[in-house]
């Protein structure tokens, strides 16, 4: 597939950066990027489902052999994983709620592990999967807007439903036209209440698109790094691939926190009053 024989190198990077896509209509498989609503990435959904099933699977099995004694490795790296995502949420989330902690930890070692993916070799997969015939199919799934968009649109929700809950839909709508503009003076406060609400629209829709953004940009990044690095003479590919994927490690694990410190103060923000 990466034979210069075969593909040029702008076709090399464009066959790298197409998913295999469901089209829902008449569930047929196209063998280029497609759009639409009702269309799906299959690859996508099957690594980030494949992931996630590892990720359970691996802290199923660390919770049902946990013991008094001497820990194993796993269950040592579990329980340091943990706390330290606990210490986080107690640091920033001054709520009460059980869903906090386990949904940070969720967050971060999901997007950590679909991070991961972009430091598997780029035609390792690809390859696998041209066996059965499949020509297209990518493996970073945070490298799919798709992927990000979802994990910041149910935030978004969580913040939506966590406000609602703690302040009540009154309270709730009350801090949309009061804030961050306050007066007593009535007259003034009806004028001000467009801008406030205008004001607190625009925070609260940007608050998912920049979480999506920031993940989906520095993980398509990375990915095209990586292929671009590919398609140099393999001498040259294992220096600069080496050194990419060590500097590389830091981003995704970067991210990985950054997604979930940031989900965690804007679930604290919603509760808190203003």
């Known amino acids: 597939m990466s034979d210069a024989a075969k593909l040029t190198s702008t076709q090399y990077i464009e066959h790298h950066l197409q998913h295999l896509t469901l089209n ?16 799906l990435n299959v690859d996508t959904l099957v690594v980030s489902s494949l992931i996630g099933i590892i990720f359970i699977a691996g802290f199923y099995v660390a919770a049902r052999k946990a013991t008094a004694s001497v820990p194993g490795p796993w269950q040592n790296f579990v329980e340091m994983l943990v706390e330290f995502i606990d210490n986080q949420v107690k640091d920033t989330f001054h709520g009460r709620s059980q869903l906090i902690g386990p949904l940070a930890l969720t967050i971060f070692v999901w997007v950590f592990l679909m ?46 439903f966590f406000s609602i ?35 607190n629209l625009v925070e609260h829709l940007a608050r998912p698109i920049s979480l999506s953004l920031r993940l989906f940009g520095n993980l398509f990044a990375g990915e095209l790094i990586f292929i671009l690095i590919a398609i140099l003479p393999w001498m040259v590919q294992w220096i600069c691939g080496g050194a990419w994927a060590l500097f590389h490690i830091l981003i995704i694990t970067l991210q990985a926190f950054i997604f979930m410190m940031l989900t965690i103060v804007y679930l604290a923000l919603a509760v808190e009053e203003h």
Do not use: C, Q
């Open 24 to 39: 829902l209509h008449n569930f047929a498989f196209a063998t280029k990027n497609a759009t639409g609503f009702w269309v």
């Open 115 to 160: 991070n991961f993916m972009d430091l598997v070799p780029v035609d390792l997969f690809p390859r696998l999967v041209e066996l059965s015939g499949i020509p297209y199919a990518r493996f970073v799934p945070t490298a799919d807007p798709n992927v990000t968009f979802a994990l910041s649109l149910s935030v978004f929700i969580l913040v939506m």
């Open 165 to 199: 809950k703690v302040k009540g839909l009154g309270g709730f709508g009350k801090e949309l036209l009061t804030t961050p503009f306050r007066t007593k003076n009535i007259l003034v406060k009806l004028i001000l209440m467009p801008f406030n609400f205008l004001f």
